[in-house]
């Protein structure tokens, strides 16, 4: 089960991280006696992770802890 931030802004669920969700997949909608800052909403679409969010492809995030020492092997090769 995954946990998602989202508030409704008067219209529709808005949701404040990605969904990895498939078609016709069962969700659980629950709705908390808490209520967001509108002004906040906008301030996480301004920063870097929040924009250049939906670019992430988690396959390549995989490689990125060997990338450094891939690209010295293949410059200097292996000493």
Do not use: C, P
């Not at 089960?1 to 990895?20: K, P, S």
């Not at 800052?37 to 924009?51: C, F, H, P, Q, S």
């Not at 939906?54 to 802890?65: P, V």
């Amino acid at each position: 089960m995954i946990a998602l931030q989202a508030y409704y802004d008067g219209n529709a669920v808005q949701l404040l991280e990605e969904i990895h969700a498939q078609k016709n997949q069962k969700l659980i909608v629950t709705i908390l006696d808490e209520f967001i800052d509108e002004t906040l909403t906008k301030e996480v679409e301004k920063t870097a992770r929040g924009i250049l969010g939906k670019y992430a492809n988690l396959e390549l995030q995989k490689l990125e802890k060997s990338a450094w020492e891939k690209a010295v092997v293949t410059r200097y090769g292996n000493a």
